[in-house]
């Protein structure tokens, strides 16, 4: 366990690499190799270096992917196989198409994203550099040459990268961020974003006027997704701009959305999300200011048009 001085620093990509760790202990074993060498977690970098160098963040030929295993563990029987032992594993997937070619990928799609972006910090040197590279997937993206599932891979990886990425805070000034996909995938980062941490460089003045300009503001889906971030930054303002619109204006940009909850879908779903936060929320202590912010969520999650809804939680809370 992580002492809690090292807790508040985490990211996603310490927390996968203590999941290589764990996970090499099963590969080494089965591959009957040094567990010392970590065998593990060379297999899954260098695969999504390969992804992110010669398929813009897509998916591997399996045979690629075997042959970088076995430069790795060497002269293996597929009983013990590293690449066979990975996918044992549960750590990658394997997975043919309709005209017959085989592809490699890793088992949790998220996963794939924070390898390939820890890729991006070893391959390019500067934080130029990196701006410049990501820069270049995002216009590959742009081309319309990529299926729409390559597409949502290249943006995915991205996306994994920025909200890990401190650069010099000027860099954040870059116009690109502006609009276009670049400033869809750094708000979309925003979630995964450790904003407490000290080498946090995307400050929350910055963010905060950021997204006082987004279009999607308003989006209810992501205000309950994100609620840490409106928490933090937002639900104030978030308030205020439902309290001056006009009632019109709000069923069309808030009420129609809190609707859309009621969708046999996305009912069970939001559900457990308010649940969430109704047990870490409580409304006896409705004058912390954290509780302030809850209930304004609560409340406008009422303005909807679906009363019987409303009894129902009101029951339950």
């Given at each position: 366990m992580l002492p809690i001085d090292k807790r508040k620093e985490i990211d996603i990509l310490l927390l996968y690499n203590l999941y290589f760790r764990k996970c090499n202990k099963n590969v080494s074993r089965w591959t009957d190799e040094?567990?010392?060498?970590?065998?593990?977690?060379?297999?899954?970098?260098?695969?999504?270096?390969?992804?992110?160098?010669?398929?813009?963040?897509?998916?591997?030929?399996?045979?690629?992917?075997?042959?970088?295993?076995?430069?790795?563990?060497?002269?293996?029987?597929?009983?013990?196989?590293?690449?066979?032992s990975a996918v044992k594993e549960n750590l990658l997937m394997e997975y043919g198409t309709i005209d017959g070619c085989q592809f490699t990928t890793f088992q949790y799609d998220n996963m794939g994203d924070y390898v390939r972006a820890t890729n991006l910090f070893v391959q390019d040197k500067t934080d130029e550099e990196r701006f410049e590279h990501i820069k270049r997937l995002l216009g590959y993206c742009a081309q319309g040459t990529m299926t729409q599932k390559e597409k949502v891979k290249t943006l995915n990886t991205v996306t994994a990268f920025l909200s890990v990425w401190n650069p010099d805070e000027k860099l954040w000034d870059k116009p690109d961020f502006k609009g276009g996909l670049m400033r869809a995938c750094l708000i979309r980062s925003l979630s995964t974003r450790n904003l407490a941490s000290s080498k946090n460089t995307l400050h929350p003045e910055f963010v905060q006027n950021f997204l006082k300009e987004d279009e999607n503001l308003l989006n209810v889906i992501r205000v309950f997704e994100q609620f840490n971030l409106y928490k933090t930054l937002l639900m104030p303002y978030l308030h205020d701009r439902l309290m001056t619109m006009s009632m019109l204006e709000r069923d069309e940009k808030w009420t129609i959305g809190v609707n859309g909850l009621l969708d046999s879908y996305r009912l069970s779903y939001t559900e457990n999300i308010i649940l969430f936060l109704s047990t870490k929320y409580d409304y006896r202590y409705i004058f912390n200011m954290r509780s302030i912010k809850y209930s304004y969520l609560q409340i406008w999650r009422l303005a909807k048009s679906a009363t019987s809804y409303n009894h129902k939680k009101d029951n339950k809370d």
């Open positions: 040094d567990p010392q060498r970590d065998v593990t977690t060379t297999l899954m970098y260098s695969i999504g270096r390969r992804s992110l160098e010669k398929y813009h963040c897509c998916d591997i030929p399996r045979r690629i992917a075997i042959r970088i295993a076995n430069k790795i563990c060497r002269n293996r029987l597929w009983s013990n196989n590293l690449y066979h």
